[in-house]
């Protein structure tokens, strides 16, 4: 006899949600309507606002379930409105098979989840649960009666994972289950009458560890929700849940109910000194409680800070240790700490590939950190409070070589709008420090930037400890760019030794600030052409401040605590409000990397060294004037066989008129006209010999993405890609060329080529097609109407079509003389 929803209810005093008809009918059709919107949404730019889907059998069933995962980042976004915000959603069909929560917050993570504002926001009561510590696990009824387990995203067997949870937790499912003497399958049916989803916590060290220990009776499933399975969210009461798990099974989540938001933000403050809740350390809390305009459910966080913090810090060091060794440990705010555990630990781990091997799968890392408090005969809190204590161990361990081999760099990022005194505060301390300090501007740099201005910056790291990147970086975008190409084009520096140190400019928005903009642009003004894009006499200062004021307007604020600029690790925050505002910000940078970046052993300057450093890059004037020119092409016009000797080509056609003027006359006719090109090429492939053409489009990019790109891009960094220029590939690719036959109509005059041979510059052979026919030297038309390419059509009708009327032709002889060698292939643009 199997279980139905009624027995829970009648044996436990589970209270079941109940739905109309009318009710089930209108969330079926919310839930079919959400799955159509995913489907779409999974065709589109996943980056932002995206959706990934991925899908799976059911173990034991022929279902097939999708999970669909957002973006984290999008959840919070205010620019983005996703269709769901449950974490952790299955369908099946049109069906919602399992429902997470909404997404959930801890208290002050941000603006919107700050205490007054959620105390303001909602209603009580305020039910106070144990946050269990592990992995979440879904679980819901099918419709062919089976059970689905899943983990935040996937279900059944899978390949591409060395963990499965799911799988490990339908295990410890199905013995829990087996000592109440039920199945997985009573479990199936229930839920699915219910149409619910079962939310737990699967916590078992033996698999995996986080931050609290559960072991032996401890570890095993903790129910923490009963969602419905509808767009909508809708949870359980938590008694209900501990009702329904104890039928089955599963462990119970300890509450505590307030009716206020004062009493619950009070009861946190009372307990944070011992971070437990009836005496079992806990991590934290999820609180339960109501949205006051609907009184739809809602749910967020309060976490301990301490001792998780710290346990976090020891399980990355002692990784850190395992994996890259002593030298390279980036310690965070308990570094006192984490050097006295590593000293204790080292010993435990040397030489034991096996203990290493655990501890990076997650595994003895809860043991270790027992192991070294009890040596200590403090608890964790206790060792916090004496961390101070412990200062003398930084020497000690520094000569134990802990961090020690490389040297730190220390990359110094402007934060900036135009004018406020970036190159001038740079100047001053290159000019003070030659030997320490590099500078980089991007103003300096030829574009497109690409990655010179971090390769740049990076390149001066090699001799000097400290780099200035002068740019704007005025926006989040640029702040992370900068970070990105930091962590993909370093090679050399270990990543704990590369420390980012803000030179924030501006303390308040820049937008409303008189004073800035009047100081910024007079300075602009009187700084005149002395820069190497804005110059004051061609673009007026009408352009000018067009151009400060965008810099202006869609300025970012440096914020701290959130991706990007989280990843400084110091931010010297400067002014620009005074007459020698770049003196007094280079005064303020110096102090500041005395203390920050005591390993450079910096020097404070004299008043006087500060004043000369400082008149000295008032003066400064920038090296080149750069040309901006119109976005560059980067791509040619077209690829060809440069004819280098024209005059040499015209004078040896001139010799053959005068033997043979019946085939010549128009040649001499647009001779005359001075109608004759003054340089000659024979056409390889044209951009415009793509249209339509299938077979020319693959050889266009072959030319530019493969054969010859690295000829090109070295073209492109140090040229001038102007219209009309064209430029040898640097690679020395060349060709053989024969003259075959001159052909002539009204209109124009060109010599059909064969092209003997391609090769690179040693004499290997290149591999490579034309684009067109008939390759030729166009030698002159006879209006400018008349495109040089129009070659093509008639050779084609000599060669394909035998037309002779109106045409003049001469055929060359096969013969040295009528050879021409080693001719270089260069890009026209
Ligand atoms: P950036 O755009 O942030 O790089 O600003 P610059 O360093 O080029 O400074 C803009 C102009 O202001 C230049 O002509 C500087 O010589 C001048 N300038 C910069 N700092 C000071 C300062 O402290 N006092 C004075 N009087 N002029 C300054
Ligand atoms: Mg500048």
Same mark, same amino acid.
């Given at each position: 006899?199997?279980?139905?929803?009624?027995?829970?209810?009648?044996?436990?005093?589970?209270?079941?949600?109940?739905?109309?008809?009318?009710?089930?009918?209108?969330?079926?059709?919310?839930?079919?309507?959400?799955?159509?919107?995913?489907?779409?949404?999974?065709?589109?730019?996943?980056?932002?606002?995206?959706?990934?889907?991925? +899908?799976?059998?059911?173990?034991?069933?022929?279902?097939?379930?999708?999970?669909?995962?957002?973006?984290?980042?999008?959840?919070?976004?205010?620019?983005?409105?996703?269709?769901?915000?449950?974490?952790?959603?299955?369908?099946?069909?049109?069906?919602?098979?399992?429902?997470?929560?909404?997404?959930?917050?801890?208290?002050?993570?941000?603006?919107?989840?700050?205490?007054?504002?959620?105390?303001?926001?909602?209603?009580?009561?305020?039910?106070?649960?144990?946050?269990?510590?592990?992995?979440?696990?879904?679980?819901?009824?099918?419709?062919?009666?089976?059970?689905?387990?899943?983990?935040?995203?996937?279900?059944?067997?899978?390949?591409?994972?060395?963990?499965?949870?799911?799988?490990?937790?339908?295990?410890?499912?199905?013995?829990?289950?087996?000592?109440?003497?039920?199945?997985?399958?009573?479990?199936?049916?229930?839920?699915?009458?219910?149409?619910?989803?079962?939310?737990?916590?699967?916590?078992?060290?033996?698999?995996?560890?986080?931050?609290?220990?559960?072991?032996?009776?401890?570890?095993?499933?903790?129910?923490?929700?009963?969602?419905?399975?509808?767009?909508?969210?809708?949870?359980?009461?938590?008694?209900?849940?501990?009702?329904?798990?104890?039928?089955?099974?599963?462990?119970?989540?300890?509450?505590?109910?307030?009716?206020?938001?004062?009493?619950?933000?009070?009861?946190?403050?009372?307990?944070?000194?011992?971070?437990?809740?009836?005496?079992?350390?806990?991590?934290?809390?999820?609180?339960?409680?109501?949205?006051?305009?609907?009184?739809?459910?809602?749910?967020?966080?309060?976490?301990?800070?301490?001792?998780?913090?710290?346990?976090?810090?020891?399980?990355?060091?002692?990784?850190?240790?395992?994996?890259?060794?002593?030298?390279?440990?980036?310690?965070?705010?308990?570094?006192?700490?984490?050097?006295?555990?590593?000293?204790?630990?080292?010993?435990?781990?040397?030489?034991?590939?096996?203990?290493?091997?655990?501890?990076?799968?997650?595994?003895?890392?809860?043991?270790?950190?027992?192991?070294?408090?009890?040596?200590?005969?403090?608890?964790?809190?206790?060792?916090?409070?004496?961390?101070?204590?412990?200062?003398?161990?930084?020497?000690?361990?520094?000569?134990?070589?802990?961090?020690?081999?490389?040297?730190?760099?220390?990359?110094?990022?402007?934060?900036?709008?135009?004018?406020?005194?970036?190159?001038?505060?740079?100047?001053?301390?290159?000019?003070?420090?030659?030997?320490?300090?590099?500078?980089?501007?991007?103003?300096?740099?030829?574009?497109?930037?690409?990655?010179?201005?971090?390769?740049?910056?990076?390149?001066?790291?090699?001799?000097?400890?400290?780099?200035?990147?002068?740019?704007?970086?005025?926006?989040?975008?640029?702040?992370?760019?900068?970070?990105?190409?930091?962590?993909?084009?370093?090679?050399?520096?270990?990543?704990?030794?590369?420390?980012?140190?803000?030179?924030?400019?501006?303390?308040?928005?820049?937008?409303?600030?008189?004073?800035?903009?009047?100081?910024?642009?007079?300075?602009?003004?009187?700084?005149?052409?002395?820069?190497?894009?804005?110059?004051?006499?061609?673009?007026?200062?009408?352009?000018?401040?067009?151009?400060?004021?965008?810099?202006?307007?869609?300025?970012?604020?440096?914020?701290?605590?959130?991706?990007?600029?989280?990843?400084?690790?110091?931010?010297?925050?400067?002014?620009?409000?005074?007459?020698?505002?770049?003196?007094?910000?280079?005064?303020?940078?110096?102090?500041?990397?005395?203390?920050?970046?005591?390993?450079?052993?910096?020097?404070?300057?004299?008043?006087?060294?500060?004043?000369?450093?400082?008149?000295?890059?008032?003066?400064?004037?920038?090296?080149?004037?750069?040309?901006?020119?119109?976005?560059?092409?980067?791509?040619?016009?077209?690829?060809?066989?440069?004819?280098?000797?024209?005059?040499?080509?015209?004078?040896?056609?001139?010799?053959?008129?005068?033997?043979?003027?019946?085939?010549?006359?128009?040649?001499?006719?647009?001779?005359?006209?001075?109608?004759?090109?003054?340089?000659?090429?024979?056409?390889?492939?044209?951009?415009? +010999?793509?249209?339509?053409?299938?077979?020319?489009?693959?050889?266009?990019?072959?030319?530019?993405?493969?054969?010859?790109?690295?000829?090109?891009?070295?073209?492109?960094?140090?040229?001038?890609?102007?219209?009309?220029?064209?430029?040898?590939?640097?690679?020395?690719?060349?060709?053989?060329?024969?003259?075959?036959?001159?052909?002539?109509?009204?209109?124009?005059?060109?010599?059909?080529?064969?092209?003997?041979?391609?090769?690179?510059?040693?004499?290997?052979?290149?591999?490579?097609?034309?684009?067109?026919?008939?390759?030729?030297?166009?030698?002159?038309?006879?209006?400018?109407?008349?495109?040089?390419?129009?070659?093509?059509?008639?050779?084609? +009708?000599?060669?394909?079509?035998?037309?002779?009327?109106?045409?003049?032709?001469?055929?060359?002889?096969?013969?040295?003389?009528?050879?021409?060698?080693?001719?270089?292939?260069?890009?026209?643009?």
């Amino acid at each position: 006899m199997s279980l139905t929803a009624q027995d829970v209810s009648e044996n436990t005093g589970f209270r079941p949600i109940l739905v109309t008809e009318e009710e089930k009918q209108r969330t079926d059709n919310e839930a079919a309507r959400l799955i159509e919107g995913l489907e779409e949404l999974v065709k589109k730019n996943p980056k932002r606002g995206g959706v990934r889907e991925f +899908s799976n059998s059911v173990l034991g069933s022929d279902i097939v379930v999708h999970s669909w995962r957002f973006n984290e980042w999008d959840y919070s976004s205010n620019k983005v409105v996703l269709p769901t915000y449950a974490r952790g959603l299955f369908t099946s069909g049109n069906k919602i098979i399992c429902r997470g929560y909404e997404k959930f917050y801890n208290l002050n993570e941000f603006q919107g989840m700050n205490e007054d504002v959620v105390a303001e926001s909602t209603i009580g009561p305020y039910t106070v649960t144990v946050k269990s510590n592990g992995c979440i696990i879904f679980m819901s009824g099918l419709s062919d009666g089976n059970l689905v387990v899943c983990s935040k995203h996937s279900t059944g067997m899978r390949t591409d994972v060395q963990k499965n949870h799911a799988l490990v937790a339908e295990q410890a499912l199905e013995r829990q289950l087996e000592q109440k003497g039920l199945s997985k399958k009573d479990l199936a049916k229930v839920l699915y009458e219910l149409d619910c989803t079962a939310v737990a916590e699967f916590c078992d060290d033996s698999f995996e560890e986080h931050v609290l220990e559960y072991k032996g009776e401890k570890a095993g499933l903790y129910l923490h929700g009963l969602n419905t399975n509808t767009v909508q969210f809708k949870t359980y009461p938590i008694e209900d849940v501990n009702k329904f798990g104890d039928l089955f099974g599963f462990k119970p989540t300890n509450f505590i109910r307030f009716n206020t938001f004062e009493e619950t933000a009070n009861y946190f403050k009372s307990i944070s000194e011992t971070g437990s809740f009836e005496g079992e350390q806990v991590e934290g809390f999820v609180v339960r409680c109501f949205k006051k305009d609907k009184g739809q459910d809602f749910f967020f966080k309060y976490k301990f800070e301490e001792p998780y913090l710290l346990y976090r810090e020891l399980r990355e060091v002692t990784k850190q240790l395992i994996k890259k060794g002593t030298q390279n440990i980036n310690f965070g705010k308990h570094k006192l700490i984490c050097m006295d555990y590593l000293k204790f630990i080292m010993p435990i781990l040397h030489d034991n590939k096996e203990i290493q091997d655990q501890y990076l799968n997650n595994q003895n890392v809860i043991e270790l950190r027992k192991m070294y408090f009890k040596a200590k005969g403090r608890s964790d809190l206790e060792t916090i409070d004496h961390e101070l204590s412990m200062s003398s161990l930084e020497e000690e361990m520094r000569s134990l070589n802990f961090g020690t081999t490389q040297p730190n760099r220390y990359v110094l990022v402007t934060v900036s709008t135009i004018g406020c005194g970036k190159t001038t505060t740079s100047k001053i301390l290159t000019s003070l420090f030659p030997d320490l300090i590099g500078h980089i501007q991007n103003d300096n740099i030829r574009r497109p930037v690409g990655d010179k201005l971090i390769s740049g910056a990076l390149e001066i790291l090699v001799d000097k400890p400290v780099v200035i990147v002068d740019k704007n970086n005025h926006q989040f975008r640029e702040r992370r760019w900068l970070f990105n190409e930091f962590s993909h084009l370093n090679e050399l520096i270990p990543s704990s030794k590369l420390k980012f140190i803000c030179l924030n400019f501006l303390q308040s928005p820049p937008k409303m600030d008189q004073r800035l903009w009047k100081l910024t642009s007079s300075r602009i003004t009187k700084r005149g052409d002395n820069h190497q894009t804005i110059k004051a006499s061609r673009d007026g200062s009408v352009k000018i401040k067009k151009i400060m004021g965008g810099f202006v307007s869609r300025f970012q604020m440096v914020n701290p605590h959130k991706e990007p600029d989280s990843n400084f690790n110091l931010i010297i925050d400067l002014k620009v409000d005074t007459e020698n505002s770049s003196l007094e910000n280079a005064k303020r940078i110096v102090s500041q990397l005395q203390s920050f970046a005591q390993d450079l052993h910096i020097k404070t300057p004299t008043d006087e060294q500060f004043n000369l450093a400082f008149q000295k890059a008032l003066e400064y004037k920038p090296p080149e004037t750069k040309i901006v020119s119109k976005p560059r092409i980067c791509h040619p016009l077209y690829f060809g066989i440069r004819i280098s000797d024209s005059k040499a080509l015209f004078n040896q056609l001139n010799t053959l008129a005068e033997t043979n003027p019946e085939c010549f006359s128009s040649f001499l006719k647009l001779s005359a006209a001075g109608r004759l090109l003054s340089k000659l090429h024979v056409t390889m492939i044209h951009v415009g +010999s793509r249209k339509g053409n299938n077979n020319n489009k693959k050889l266009w990019n072959k030319y530019n993405k493969k054969i010859f790109k690295t000829d090109l891009e070295k073209i492109g960094a140090k040229n001038d890609l102007k219209n009309g220029t064209s430029f040898d590939l640097p690679s020395g690719a060349s060709a053989d060329i024969r003259l075959e036959k001159l052909c002539s109509s009204n209109d124009l005059c060109c010599i059909k080529v064969e092209i003997l041979k391609l090769y690179w510059h040693e004499g290997d052979p290149l591999d490579l097609k034309l684009g067109n026919a008939f390759p030729h030297i166009t030698l002159g038309t006879r209006s400018s109407d008349i495109k040089p390419f129009k070659s093509n059509s008639l050779l084609e +009708s000599v060669y394909e079509f035998g037309e002779t009327s109106g045409i003049e032709t001469f055929d060359f002889k096969n013969s040295e003389e009528n050879i021409i060698r080693q001719l270089p292939i260069a890009a026209y643009y």
